[in-house]
């Protein structure tokens, strides 16, 4: 009688696995190549197929690229808003007077002018803290001057 070698028993396999639930190009171009291999020589694939599944794996790849395309727009939106805005301090923002007790521009309309000495965070958005006191958000800028160049 012959005997099994004990190397080929299943317990001596290797026991951990890295589990992916995605499918990515590499696997589906595996796939393919896999099933072109070992299709039925008197049977082969159709046109209709194979044009199928070239079409589907081009789509897959341009998803991908799309998804990476939006993961950098992502991460590059995300940059903190007093980063984005440190460039204004020393500059000179002009602004139209704020009334203080309705929070909208004073009437009649009056163009203020001072320095930014910081820039801060409120809720998300840029706050910008002037010499005279007065603390205005980004969208209220009228114009950036730079005294230094004159």
């Not at 589990?19 to 990515?24: D, K």
């Not at 000179?92 to 909208?104: H, L, M, N």
């Amino acid at each position: 009688m012959t005997s099994i070698d004990p190397s080929y028993y299943l317990s001596n396999q290797n026991q951990s696995r890295e589990v992916n639930n995605s499918l990515g190009k590499d696997e589906f171009l595996k796939i393919l190549m896999t099933q072109l291999k070992n299709q039925d020589p008197l049977n082969p694939m159709e046109d209709k197929e194979f044009i199928s599944q070239m079409t589907t794996f081009s789509s897959l790849e341009q998803m991908m690229n799309m998804s990476n395309s939006i993961d950098t727009l992502v991460q590059n939106q995300t940059v903190s808003p007093v980063i984005q805005y440190s460039h204004l301090i020393g500059k000179e923002v002009s602004y139209y007077r704020i009334d203080e007790k309705t929070g909208e521009v004073a009437e009649p309309k009056e163009i203020l002018t001072s320095e930014v000495k910081a820039i801060s965070q409120k809720n998300g958005y840029a706050v910008i803290e002037l010499e005279n006191e007065t603390n205005i958000f980004t969208d209220e800028v009228l114009r950036i001057n730079d005294p230094s160049a004159e």
